[in-house]
């Protein structure tokens, strides 16, 4: 156990480095999950592809309607009640399985593993080129 004043002096560091908005964040990546695990709570007029969503999202800048569905209720407004209004998720993964669905996610993740392999392959070749 650390002495008050060290205690205070850890907090205040961890603050400064950008510790003390973990739980909100951890808190929104919920919402972003619970927004994709459970779609049928979500209604955006009359959403024919509704029990689709999981596999191609709900389009591109959609995060902040469909995250109001799910937003907890702990970083809700405490005077209005209010949801805030989050255009991301804090996370690029959880944005792009909301607005493209498990399709999108697959898609960048596959371009992601193209460029890396391409690049790495490159790197090998000019290993031979350059004289030692």
Known sequence: MLP???QDMQLSTAEQVGLSTL??????WKCAIDAFV??????VGQDSFASLRWLIGYGP????????ATFPAELKSQYTSISLLLAQPEN????????SGVLGVITFLCLLGVFFFVGF??????????PS
Not at 61 to 68: A, I, K, N, P, Y
Not at 121 to 130: F, H, K, P
């Open 4 to 6: 008050d004043g060290q």
């Open 23 to 28: 739980g909100i964040r951890v808190a929104i």
């Open 38 to 43: 459970n779609p049928a709570v979500i209604r």
């Open 61 to 68: 800048e959609t995060f902040m309607v469909v995250s109001q």
């Open 92 to 99: 690029h993964y959880l944005y792009l399985l909301i607005t």
């Open 121 to 130: 392959r490159m790197l090998q070749g000019l290993g031979s080129v350059i």
